[in-house]
Nanobody, 123 residues
Framework: QVPLVESGGGLVQPGDSLRLSCTAS????????MAWFRQAPGKEREYVAG?????????IAYSVRDRFSVSRDPAKQNTLHLQMNSLKPEDTAVYFC???????????????WGQGTQVTVAS
């Protein structure tokens, strides 16, 4: 069973908005922190945004903080959303959801990963 499942990716035009969702399966337990990463072609994977299990302690990468926001679903604590506005071609990447147990530190090793969802921004 895949621990984390992402959805919501696709092809959009510059300036458009997109909302990604990540849902943790029942096999995932004791999540303290959930986050989004992305990896563009030929580049290393980078942290985008995340929040702790209370939906607080949000950390967003400087490069996107004026356009992206992250939230936990108040009705479903195992669901994480990434709202992306004013998308740019440089936002094109595979976006991965990740979760960690036992720590609310956004840095360090994550215990669970999704398979990723492609986001392509092109005119």
């Amino acid at each position: 069973q895949v621990p984390l499942v992402e959805s919501g990716g696709g092809l959009v035009q510059p300036g458009d908005s997109l909302r990604l969702s990540c849902t943790a399966s029942s096999s995932v337990s004791s999540i303290y922190y959930m986050a989004w990463f992305r990896q563009a072609p030929g580049k290393e994977r980078e942290y985008v945004a995340g929040t702790n299990w209370l939906g607080a302690g949000t950390i967003i990468a400087y490069s996107v903080r004026d356009r992206f926001s992250v939230s936990r679903d108040p009705a479903k604590q195992n669901t994480l959303h990434l709202q992306m506005n004013s998308l740019k071609p440089e936002d094109t990447a595979v976006y991965f959801c990740a979760a960690k147990r036992g720590s609310t530190d956004w840095q360090g090793v994550y215990d669970y990963w999704g398979q990723g969802t492609q986001v392509t921004v092109a005119s």
